[in-house]
Every structure is written in structure tokens, then in C-alpha cells.
């Protein structure tokens, strides 16, 4: 059985980086980011490859990581209003949640290079598929696990997360995590919907 305070931080970093996703997929169409198309990689190269590729832009990193702060933010102050909703979770005042959402959001978006880059070094085109069943299994898992253990990562590494929270965030945030690539993939940023 997963303790309660476990059970409410899993529910609460589920919650806020659901909607940071959410308004990630508002913000990113707007051509003012445009500009900001900037390769995490600055086009460097390994073997020939891209470490990175084409898709992982500061675009990404300047949306995600101050959505997910005022997300935590908004949610933590609204949780404050019910201070029983908020028993399980941080005993953080507003700055500490705007914080734990920005670490989570950089934790987020970092967590997601070193699988870009070992799929460049394989030869998997950015946002593509690699060949072979057991191969393309393989990322479809990683690509689901890579963000969310950045983001819990980080959040440990900087909070505390009991085990519980990471069981119900692994269970649940692959499910959430790919409901958003389906929704990119609907609006037209991703090429495939995995």
C-alpha cells in the first residue's frame, strides 16, 4: 500500500505537469517562439551524427521549465486555500513550489538528451521510428520513461521523493506522457503519434 503523503506528491507532479504539457502545446505554435528554434546541440556533431538533433530546441526548454514553475505554483497556492488537500504534500510556501516546478521542468526536458542522443548515434531520425519490432519497442518505452525520470530525478535530488510517489508517477506518467505525443502528433508537431 502506497502511504498517503506518497500518494499525494505522485498525484500532485501527475497534475501540474499535465497542465504544463497542456499549455506547452498552446505556446508552441506561436511564431514568437520561432526564434528560439535553437538547437540544444548548437548542430555538434559525434561520429558523423548530430548529438541531439533537429527537434530538441531552446524553444522546448523556454516553455516547459517556466510552465511547469507556474503550474506548481497556481497548484500549490490553490492546494494552500484546502490546507487538508495539501496535508500529504511539501511544506513549501509559494516560492518553494514555484521552484520545485522549475527543477521538475528542467529535470523534464534534460531527461530526454541522453535517449535523443543515443537514437542519433543509432541512426533514428529525429522523431522517428527505429527499425525492427524489438528495437522500436525499446524507444517507445524509452521515450516514454526518459522525461518523467528526469523530472523525478530532479525533484529527489532537490526535495525528497519517497519511493511511493516514483511507483505511482512511473505507472502513471508513461500513460499521460504519450496521451500528449498523441495530442502533438493530432496538431501536427510530431510526425508520429508514439
Known sequence: MIDPDALARGIFLLA???????????WLPGSALESLRVPLDAGLHLRGRRLFGANKTLRGLVVMVPASGLTCLGLGAALSLAPRAADHLWDLGPGGYALLGLVGGL?????????????????VAPGGAPRGRLAATACFIADRLDSILGLLLAVHLTFGLPAGTWLVVLLAGPVVHWLFNVLLWRRGFKARPA
Open 107 to 123: 529535470g523534464f526536458m534534460l531527461g530526454e538528451l541522453p535517449n535523443s542522443f543515443v537514437k542519433r548515434q543509432l541512426d
Open 16 to 26: 501540474a505537469f499535465s497542465l504544463s504539457g497542456w499549455l506547452q502545446t498552446r
